[in-house]
């Protein structure tokens, strides 16, 4: 082994680490300027949109419940995205081999942050969920100080994840461990990363097919006792297809990239992986887009609330541009504070005049 390849790098920059790997990742410009503005329309609709869910459940005393407490930091996580798939993509193409090392790091622990927080919050959505429905109810009993303590759980292990590759689990030190889809981190962090995220689909998978055969069992067992079909929207049974179609858009939009990456950390040279690397990013940002529309179409009282948001914001602009308009103008000797004082003659006249 070379000693360059033992040495460490940090005052390079990353077109030394993509020299390294030989990666074919140039962007044509035409190429690089749609997705730039493709991607931030996409963006701007993930920040906005987020941005109501959040306004919606802190505004609705209906959504003032530990699902959507937990659901309002999906969207947060979400939001946080948004702003990462922003900078991420003013910061790629040739752009990218000039970043140094710490603005690499930035650039994909803003991207891990938030696929973690989002995977995490899946994860306790599921719990919670499940918790409701072995209780047979709509909400779980957890109190606000304890959903507090998750969403500050799930942020401060996000966090952690997004920062393990700069606290040291990289290839700075090591260039023959690199990666290809990430030039400065290292494969056994990429196996990892893929592997316990894959984990992870799988407990949620399976928590969800145990929730959906308790739900089944219970339903056949309450009709023969109930006069007509049971009141969905009074059990679990709705939230719940809400948030599986969520995991659903979730695991079909990332399992693709994990498994990319698994292969890239166990170096399948034949995988090719380079060329997958922007359809990848394309689905990322697809299920960013997707939730906030999910939330809306299968929640009535979610896409209520949207509307009665946006009737506000509308109402507050026709408002504010109505006191404008209706403000009364200034002549030009009061606007440029040259009027002169009045004459003696003027003052007679009002004495006169206040006299008669």
């Not at 790997?21 to 906005?48: E, R």
């Not at 399976?206 to 055969?213: G, L, S, T, V």
């Not at 069992?217 to 939230?239: A, V």
Request: net charge positive; charged share 15%; proline share 3%.
């Amino acid at each position: 082994m070379a000693p360059e390849n033992l040495s460490c790098h940090y005052n390079k920059s990353m077109g030394f680490f993509y020299s390294n790997i030989d990666a074919d990742d140039k962007w044509d410009n035409t190429q690089l300027i749609l997705v730039q503005v493709v991607g931030s329309f996409f963006c701007c609709f993930i920040l906005v949109s987020n941005a109501m869910v959040i306004a919606a459940v802190i505004t609705n005393k209906r959504f003032h419940y530990p699902f959507y407490y937990l659901l309002a930091n999906l969207a947060a996580s979400d939001f946080l995205a948004g702003i990462a798939y922003v900078y991420l993509m003013f910061n790629t193409g040739e752009v990218s081999r000039k970043l140094s090392v710490r603005g690499y790091f930035i650039r994909q622990g803003l991207l891990d942050i938030s696929l973690s927080a989002s995977l995490a919050n899946l994860l306790v959505i599921a719990l919670e969920r499940y918790i409701s429905v072995m209780n047979w109810k709509v909400h779980s009993n957890l109190t606000k100080r304890r959903v507090t303590l998750l969403i500050v759980l799930v942020w401060a292990i996000s966090i952690f994840m997004g920062a393990v590759p700069s606290l040291g689990w990289n290839c700075i030190c090591n260039l023959s461990d690199c990666s290809q889809l990430a030039p400065i981190f290292s494969r056994s962090y990429l196996i990892f990363w893929s592997a316990s995220n894959l984990v992870v689909f799988l407990v949620m998978v399976a928590i969800y097919m145990r929730i959906y055969a308790y739900v089944k069992k219970k339903t056949s067992m309450l009709m023969p006792h109930t006069s007509g079909s049971i009141n969905r929207k009074r059990t679990p049974i709705k939230l719940i297809k809400t948030v599986m179609v969520v995991l659903g858009a979730f695991v079909i939009c990332w399992t693709p990239g994990l498994v990319v990456l698994l292969l890239d950390g166990l170096k399948c040279k034949s995988c090719n992986v380079m060329k997958l690397k922007r359809w990848l990013l394309l689905l990322a940002v697809l299920n960013s887009v997707m939730n906030p529309c999910i939330y809306s179409y299968k929640d009535e009282e979610m896409w209520t609330t949207f509307k009665n948001l946006l009737r506000c914001i509308g109402n507050g602009t026709r408002r504010q541009r109505s006191t404008k308009a209706n403000a009364r103008p200034l002549s030009s000797a009061q606007d440029t504070g040259t009027s002169q004082p009045p004459s003696e003659e003027t003052k007679n006249d009002d004495k006169d005049i206040l006299k008669t």
